[in-house]
């Protein structure tokens, strides 16, 4: 079969479903068109299901037709993926769902190993999500056509949590699994799983950090401005001049510390693990917990309104005027967090799993910053 084919059907077989059918390729309607002729049924994966257990039947009559809209066929020496990442799942610790999962794969990989190489440079025809309880994902793809050369899985970051993971530093590397179920399930179990949690906590930790240090200089040059009553320029501010600095500092005060609304909370519940018996530095967590609680009603606006569903009524506001609004509001929080910045890190580095936060290799996380001068709220902006 040549590579590349822009239509094909690749057959393997099921123990639950029979002989199922995933279609691919550039052209995968050329595909779904042969396999609906021939009278195969789509599944709820994406995938398609032989009529009737006569598999030789099935594959019979499907061959022709998919001649006739130009789409290739492949029968797989391997037992169905689905079903392999059902017989994981279930090995798992805690409660995990396995989906058959097609369609572009490398916007959401967060790999540094080999599973992201062999989806930017070969063709995946599909592969199969793993998802916790707890909301972690994995991507479980075969390797190779050979059965004895296991499986490939890696990390899936949450597009509710990250835009962008691609050659992200912090990317765990995927790993090689075993053919057998128990082994695989036993590789991702011991190997993968702490090596997956040391990198999201340590990113995490990055995002938080570096949004919290730019807060911090923008918080020093408008802190500058209302004790002089000047600009940076050394103009003297009237209260319309005022009202224009705190609407300028609340709106990017809002950009910076989304990602600490963000990424924070995920970082506090192992930091609660890691400070109990020590109530100095709990005392800390709870601070912070609750000064990220108190923001959150702004950050759910702040997501309904970027919603393309969302009513009307919560779109109305200028994109500016909104975020200049929850960044008011958020103030004290970002106090809070600036001024146990410093508290934060070293506690978040002793909860990270596994021992201490390792910085990646472009440099790591500063130790400290200048105190925090605590002047008093800035006025809320007239209408």
């Keep these: 079969m040549p590579p590349n084919h822009p239509a094909e059907i690749t057959l393997a077989y099921s123990r639950a479903a029979g002989l199922v059918a995933i279609a691919h390729g550039e052209q995968y309607r050329w595909a779904h068109t042969a396999l609906e002729q021939a009278g195969f049924t789509k599944r709820a994966d994406g995938s398609h299901s032989a009529p009737g257990p006569d598999v030789r039947t099935a594959a019979a009559k499907l061959l022709p037709l998919a001649h006739r809209y130009r789409t290739a066929v492949d029968v797989s020496a391997r037992p169905f993926l689905g079903d392999i990442a059902d017989r994981i799942a279930v090995l798992l610790p805690g409660t995990w769902t396995a989906q058959v999962w097609q369609g572009d794969l490398l916007p959401w990989l967060w790999d540094s190993g080999e599973l992201v190489q062999t ?48 050659d992200n530093p912090y990317a765990p590397s995927s790993i090689v699994l075993p053919a057998q179920p128990d082994l695989a399930a036993e590789a991702i179990t011991d190997a993968f799983l ?70 924070a909370p995920g970082l506090l519940n192992q930091c609660g693990a890691a400070v109990a018996g020590r109530s100095a530095d709990a005392d800390i967590v709870v601070q912070l917990s609750e000064a990220l609680a108190s923001s959150q009603a702004a950050l759910d606006a702040w997501r309904h309104s970027q919603n393309p569903a969302a009513q009307p009524s919560a779109r109305l506001l200028p994109p500016a005027e909104v975020r200049t609004r929850l960044g008011l509001e958020t103030v004290p929080a970002i106090e809070t967090w600036l001024a146990q910045r410093d508290a934060f890190v070293r506690i978040a580095r002793s909860a990270k799993p596994g021992g201490p936060a390792q910085p990646p290799a472009h440099g790591a996380v500063p130790s400290s910053l200048p105190a925090l001068q605590r002047p008093s709220h800035p006025p809320a902006p007239r209408r």
């Design 119 to 166: 989806v930017e440079h070969q063709r995946v025809p599909y592969a199969a999500k793993l998802t916790s309880d707890t909301g972690v994902e994995l991507l479980l793809v075969e390797r190779g056509e050979d059965p004895q050369l296991g499986y490939l899985v890696g990390a899936l970051a949450s597009h509710l949590e990250f835009d962008n993971s691609y």
């Design 194 to 263: 702490p090596a997956y949690d040391r990198a999201l906590h340590a990113r995490r930790l990055d995002a938080v950090v570096t949004a919290l240090d730019e807060l911090h200089a923008e918080y020093d040059d408008v802190t500058a401005i209302w004790i002089s009553g000047r600009s940076s320029d050394g103009t003297v501010l009237d209260g319309h001049g005022v009202m224009e600095v705190n609407r300028t500092f609340a709106e990017r005060a809002w950009r910076t510390f989304r990602p600490v609304l963000t990424h």
